[in-house]
């Protein structure tokens, strides 16, 4: 695939991705962060989410399958989540995050339960989604082009 | 006899003749002696007398013969022979002088005939010159009295007091008896006696027009002599003894206004004029009879009143004409004050109420977010809402009102500015698309690509005009499409028929935008569509969607005042309509437009540093946010550190940090108690580090940080250019709360 075309398939893809709500503006935001004294801001940036997520949804996995279940550890967690899924823009993670603490305030543990599926569920799309994107932009990257 | 030798005359004496004959010769020797010495005597007194040389001959020859006689007295006795020879030689003498005497007056008396002759021809000269100055100088009395009666006459530019005038100075001039003026009725069709000398008040009898004897003097500009039995004559009650003295009338031409026409001047004619007569009678018995400069004089004053009537009459209207001017300014400057009373009692009355009407609003709409943000239960918060909606709905009603009211007055202006034209309908799509979303309504935006990107014009008009018309779609469609297009007009679409009196003068520096609203909604039927832009004015479907129906009224001034056109267009009820509307904007020059792309990417990709070297202090738990409002404040150019708990923050924070951002996520807790902490090893204010909340959670209110001394709130997510701004206020103002 020559350049021009990598980078149109880069162009459609990243606006697809905020057309169908897994990234918001804030994303923009980070991208605009990356220059050249900070070349990788953004893989950066998304590195560290996708390893502060992994652990956040395994802390609460764990959580949920106690017992005396600890809502507002739980809570903390989600909390922690929220904030980060936001600050990087995944949008649909962070809704759900927010939808999870409703459910928590409730002390709702069959809601909790479904909640941290479909936030895992969302968490994977995203990760796949900003992986391909990756992919791409390094193609892009090692054909001689920019971003 | 002896012999006496004296001579003994021829005759015997006769005693009584010689005696006589002694007597008569002394008498004439003595005459003779004395006339010489009498003309010398009187010629001594005259200075002039030619004839010196003939009274000296003349003298010697009446000498003489005085001698001759004188001798001769001796000659009667005997005498003795001298007395004989002085007799002959005195008799001798006495031929020769006669002789010459009688010779020269020859020459002498024809010229002394002549000088009687030039003394009688320059006597009746100077009869004749005499005559004349007579003449002149009744002449130069008449001129005078003319000019005096003229001055009298024009001394007044009152009608009445003219007239009166003449009447009177010419009775005086001409020692006349009785004066009268006839003056023309309305109808013209007769005179009428307006004016006496000796009557007061004349009985006011009139003469038809067309007598004879009025025709002959009108016919004429001359004084004309008349019959004292004419009925014009007939003034005075005449006793029989009288004799009534001559009467002479004249015409006096009343001039108009309309008689003024230049190009009629030479054709004036008799019958188009109105003439007035004035009659004069000479004073009965009188036997004086009118002279020729007598006449002269009255035809010279009668045209002199006529020119003074109608400059009178000239004053009149003008001094009408001003009159009423002035009544007619007195009444406009009245009007024009009431009506600036009024505009100022009403520009006072809406800036009051506007101030009134605000205070109150604005402590509703305050404390009504305030309480938003308290604890409240679900229907609390619902009424809150509504009151929070309800009110700033009025606010924006207030705002309308006052901006009609200015808009009227014409004391509007534009702010005019370069913009971005892109955005302002971005930026309107954004604002109605909550509603948009929940009436489940497509809405589309189609910016034509000759749109310049950048305009010169009022943006917040132009974004409140094209909000206006979107938001009126978008109320009156249940379901459907709302479209909206926005092209640049060319000069073929700009002669709209749909628009008359619209005409649009398109130059280099500006273009005509046509922006064109199309909705699928109620529509409107066609006799409603006049009433739309006037304000108040609501159709039935519009009452019962709401709105004060100042929207349209409020744009249509606006457009107008972006030298647009603003219309609707439906096809009926059901059927949608389609709002157009065209306005005036500016082109910016090149340069501008180059320049405005290019600066927000500078900033954004260069990081340009606008705090260089700013010490922050970051304080987050969570890595992912801590990394990014890091990368954040780097790309601004400052030094950030970082930490991830409370009392890391305590450790690190120092004299050199000028902000501490700290994430505080629990209400309450940590981030609080930090910030009381950080108070406490500060105390002087100016080493304290400026102490700003970063929060996603709403929360955390603005009293509460105000309460633990922290100088700022700020709601994540944060923008590059939030963050940017919101350290540039910070630092300017020590302090920072943005609206929660």
């Given at each position: 695939m020559d350049l021009v075309q990598l980078q149109r398939q880069f162009v459609d893809y990243t606006t697809s991705l905020f057309n169908e709500g897994f990234l918001d503006d804030q994303f923009n935001q980070l991208q605009q962060l990356q220059?050249?004294?900070?070349?990788d801001f953004v893989v950066e940036v998304v590195s560290l989410f996708f390893e502060d997520s992994e652990r956040h949804l395994n802390e609460l996995t764990q959580s949920l399958e106690?017992?005396?279940?600890?809502f507002k550890r739980i809570d903390a967690h989600v909390h922690q989540l929220k904030g980060s899924s936001s600050s990087i823009g995944a949008q649909r993670v962070q809704k759900e995050c927010i939808n999870f603490r409703g459910y928590c305030e409730e002390k709702n543990i069959e809601g909790c339960r479904k909640c941290l599926q479909q936030v895992k569920h969302e968490y994977v799309l995203v990760k796949n989604k900003l992986e391909t994107l990756f992919k791409l932009e390094q193609q892009i990257i090692a054909a001689g082009g920019s971003i | 006899m002896e012999s006496c030798n004296c001579i003994e005359p021829?005759?015997?004496?006769d005693e009584l003749l010689i005696k006589y004959q002694y007597i008569s010769d002394f008498f004439i020797a003595l005459a003779y002696f004395s006339i010489p010495l009498e003309l010398i005597y009187f010629v001594k007194k005259s200075?002039?007398?030619?004839?010196r040389w003939v009274l000296v001959q003349f003298g010697a020859f009446i000498v003489l013969c005085g001698a001759t006689h004188l001798i001769n007295l001796?000659?009667?006795?005997?005498?003795?022979r001298t007395v004989a020879i002085v007799m002959t030689t005195a008799k001798v003498f006495t031929a020769v002088v006669s002789c010459a005497t009688a010779l020269m007056l020859v020459h002498i008396i024809p010229d002394l005939l002549s000088v009687k002759t030039r003394e009688l021809f320059l006597k009746n000269k100077a009869a004749e010159l005499d005559r004349e100055m007579g003449l002149i100088r009744t002449q130069e009395e008449t001129g005078r009295h003319v000019r005096m009666l003229t001055h009298e006459i024009r001394s007044t530019l009152d009608r009445h007091t003219i007239l009166k005038t003449t009447l009177v100075e010419l009775g005086r001039t001409l020692a006349l008896e009785e004066c009268a003026l006839w003056m023309p009725t309305r109808t013209g069709l007769e005179l009428q006696l307006?004016?006496?000398?000796?009557?007061?008040?004349?009985?006011g009898y009139t003469v038809p027009i067309q007598l004879p004897v009025i025709s002959q003097v009108f016919s004429t500009n001359h004084a004309v002599k008349i019959s004292p039995n004419s009925p014009v004559a007939k003034l005075r009650p005449i006793a029989g003894k009288y004799v009534p003295g001559e009467v002479v009338a004249v015409r006096v031409p009343l001039l108009?206004?309309?008689?003024?026409q230049i190009n009629d001047w030479p054709e004036l004619s008799s019958s188009t004029k109105r003439y007035a007569l004035m009659v004069l009678m000479l004073p009965s018995?009188?036997?004086?009879q009118w002279h020729v400069h007598e006449l002269e004089l009255v035809e010279v004053v009668a045209d002199q009143v006529a020119v003074a009537l109608s400059h009178a009459a000239i004053l009149e209207e003008s001094m009408r004409a001003r009159d009423l001017l002035m009544e007619q300014n007195v009444a406009l400057d009245l009007a024009r004050r009431e009506a600036e009373t009024a505009i100022r009692a009403r520009n006072d009355f809406l800036a009051v109420m506007n101030h009134e009407m605000r205070t109150p609003m604005h402590a509703i709409i305050a404390l009504a977010s305030l309480l938003q943000e308290?604890?409240?239960t679900p229907e609390q918060r619902l009424m809150v809402e509504t009151i929070l909606k309800s009110s700033s709905l009025l606010a924006t009603l207030i705002n309308d009102v006052l901006d009609l009211s200015r808009l009227e007055d014409g004391s509007l202006q534009l702010e005019l500015g370069t913009f971005n034209l892109h955005s302002v309908f971005r930026e309107v799509l954004n604002l109605v698309k909550p509603i948009v979303s929940v009436k489940k309504l497509l809405v589309t935006l189609n910016l034509a690509?000759?749109?310049?990107e950048y305009a010169i014009g009022d943006e917040k008009r132009l974004m409140q005009t094209i909000l206006n018309v979107v938001g009126n779609a978008v109320k009156f469609s249940k379901e459907g499409s709302i479209t909206i297009t926005a092209f640049v007009a060319k000069s073929e679409s700009l002669r709209d028929t749909r628009a008359p009196d619209f005409f649009p003068i398109p130059s280099d520096n500006h273009f005509y935008l046509h922006v064109q609203v199309k909705d699928s909604g109620a529509g409107i039927s066609p006799q409603d569509i006049p009433k739309?832009?006037?304000?108040?004015a609501q159709t039935q479907s519009t009452k019962n969607s709401g709105?004060?129906?100042l929207g349209l009224a409020i744009c249509k001034r606006f457009v107008n005042l972006m030298e647009g056109n603003i219309w609707i267009e439906s096809?009926?009820?059901?059927?949608g309509c389609t709002a157009i509307f065209l306005v005036k904007l500016g082109i910016p020059e090149r340069l501008n437009e180059s320049k405005f792309p290019f600066m927000p990417k500078v900033l954004a990709t260069h990081?340009?540093?606008?705090?260089?070297?700013l010490k922050v202090l970051v304080m987050d738990e969570n890595g992912v946010s801590r990394m990014v409002t890091k990368g954040l404040l780097v790309n601004l150019g400052c030094d950030v550190t970082t930490v991830s708990s409370g009392e890391e923050c305590l450790r690190m924070?120092?004299?050199?940090?000028k902000v501490v951002l700290m994430d505080v996520?629990?209400?309450?807790?940590d981030g609080y108690e930090i910030a009381i902490r950080i108070h406490e090893k500060f105390t002087k204010r100016h080493e304290r580090p400026l102490i700003v909340a970063l929060t996603?959670?709403?929360?955390?209110t603005k009293d509460n940080c105000m309460r633990v001394g922290m100088d700022g709130v700020i709601l994540k997510p944060i923008s590059l250019d939030k963050m940017r701004g919101v350290l540039s206020d910070l630092l300017e103002h020590r302090v920072l709360f943005e609206a929660m």
């Amino acid at each position: 695939m020559d350049l021009v075309q990598l980078q149109r398939q880069f162009v459609d893809y990243t606006t697809s991705l905020f057309n169908e709500g897994f990234l918001d503006d804030q994303f923009n935001q980070l991208q605009q962060l990356q220059d050249e004294s900070n070349p990788d801001f953004v893989v950066e940036v998304v590195s560290l989410f996708f390893e502060d997520s992994e652990r956040h949804l395994n802390e609460l996995t764990q959580s949920l399958e106690q017992q005396n279940i600890d809502f507002k550890r739980i809570d903390a967690h989600v909390h922690q989540l929220k904030g980060s899924s936001s600050s990087i823009g995944a949008q649909r993670v962070q809704k759900e995050c927010i939808n999870f603490r409703g459910y928590c305030e409730e002390k709702n543990i069959e809601g909790c339960r479904k909640c941290l599926q479909q936030v895992k569920h969302e968490y994977v799309l995203v990760k796949n989604k900003l992986e391909t994107l990756f992919k791409l932009e390094q193609q892009i990257i090692a054909a001689g082009g920019s971003i | 006899m002896e012999s006496c030798n004296c001579i003994e005359p021829q005759w015997p004496a006769d005693e009584l003749l010689i005696k006589y004959q002694y007597i008569s010769d002394f008498f004439i020797a003595l005459a003779y002696f004395s006339i010489p010495l009498e003309l010398i005597y009187f010629v001594k007194k005259s200075a002039v007398f030619p004839y010196r040389w003939v009274l000296v001959q003349f003298g010697a020859f009446i000498v003489l013969c005085g001698a001759t006689h004188l001798i001769n007295l001796w000659t009667f006795t005997m005498h003795t022979r001298t007395v004989a020879i002085v007799m002959t030689t005195a008799k001798v003498f006495t031929a020769v002088v006669s002789c010459a005497t009688a010779l020269m007056l020859v020459h002498i008396i024809p010229d002394l005939l002549s000088v009687k002759t030039r003394e009688l021809f320059l006597k009746n000269k100077a009869a004749e010159l005499d005559r004349e100055m007579g003449l002149i100088r009744t002449q130069e009395e008449t001129g005078r009295h003319v000019r005096m009666l003229t001055h009298e006459i024009r001394s007044t530019l009152d009608r009445h007091t003219i007239l009166k005038t003449t009447l009177v100075e010419l009775g005086r001039t001409l020692a006349l008896e009785e004066c009268a003026l006839w003056m023309p009725t309305r109808t013209g069709l007769e005179l009428q006696l307006s004016y006496t000398l000796r009557q007061q008040n004349p009985v006011g009898y009139t003469v038809p027009i067309q007598l004879p004897v009025i025709s002959q003097v009108f016919s004429t500009n001359h004084a004309v002599k008349i019959s004292p039995n004419s009925p014009v004559a007939k003034l005075r009650p005449i006793a029989g003894k009288y004799v009534p003295g001559e009467v002479v009338a004249v015409r006096v031409p009343l001039l108009h206004l309309s008689n003024f026409q230049i190009n009629d001047w030479p054709e004036l004619s008799s019958s188009t004029k109105r003439y007035a007569l004035m009659v004069l009678m000479l004073p009965s018995d009188s036997a004086r009879q009118w002279h020729v400069h007598e006449l002269e004089l009255v035809e010279v004053v009668a045209d002199q009143v006529a020119v003074a009537l109608s400059h009178a009459a000239i004053l009149e209207e003008s001094m009408r004409a001003r009159d009423l001017l002035m009544e007619q300014n007195v009444a406009l400057d009245l009007a024009r004050r009431e009506a600036e009373t009024a505009i100022r009692a009403r520009n006072d009355f809406l800036a009051v109420m506007n101030h009134e009407m605000r205070t109150p609003m604005h402590a509703i709409i305050a404390l009504a977010s305030l309480l938003q943000e308290t604890d409240l239960t679900p229907e609390q918060r619902l009424m809150v809402e509504t009151i929070l909606k309800s009110s700033s709905l009025l606010a924006t009603l207030i705002n309308d009102v006052l901006d009609l009211s200015r808009l009227e007055d014409g004391s509007l202006q534009l702010e005019l500015g370069t913009f971005n034209l892109h955005s302002v309908f971005r930026e309107v799509l954004n604002l109605v698309k909550p509603i948009v979303s929940v009436k489940k309504l497509l809405v589309t935006l189609n910016l034509a690509p000759d749109v310049p990107e950048y305009a010169i014009g009022d943006e917040k008009r132009l974004m409140q005009t094209i909000l206006n018309v979107v938001g009126n779609a978008v109320k009156f469609s249940k379901e459907g499409s709302i479209t909206i297009t926005a092209f640049v007009a060319k000069s073929e679409s700009l002669r709209d028929t749909r628009a008359p009196d619209f005409f649009p003068i398109p130059s280099d520096n500006h273009f005509y935008l046509h922006v064109q609203v199309k909705d699928s909604g109620a529509g409107i039927s066609p006799q409603d569509i006049p009433k739309l832009f006037t304000k108040f004015a609501q159709t039935q479907s519009t009452k019962n969607s709401g709105g004060s129906g100042l929207g349209l009224a409020i744009c249509k001034r606006f457009v107008n005042l972006m030298e647009g056109n603003i219309w609707i267009e439906s096809d009926g009820i059901g059927k949608g309509c389609t709002a157009i509307f065209l306005v005036k904007l500016g082109i910016p020059e090149r340069l501008n437009e180059s320049k405005f792309p290019f600066m927000p990417k500078v900033l954004a990709t260069h990081g340009q540093a606008n705090f260089p070297g700013l010490k922050v202090l970051v304080m987050d738990e969570n890595g992912v946010s801590r990394m990014v409002t890091k990368g954040l404040l780097v790309n601004l150019g400052c030094d950030v550190t970082t930490v991830s708990s409370g009392e890391e923050c305590l450790r690190m924070v120092s004299l050199e940090h000028k902000v501490v951002l700290m994430d505080v996520c629990v209400p309450g807790k940590d981030g609080y108690e930090i910030a009381i902490r950080i108070h406490e090893k500060f105390t002087k204010r100016h080493e304290r580090p400026l102490i700003v909340a970063l929060t996603g959670n709403t929360e955390v209110t603005k009293d509460n940080c105000m309460r633990v001394g922290m100088d700022g709130v700020i709601l994540k997510p944060i923008s590059l250019d939030k963050m940017r701004g919101v350290l540039s206020d910070l630092l300017e103002h020590r302090v920072l709360f943005e609206a929660m």
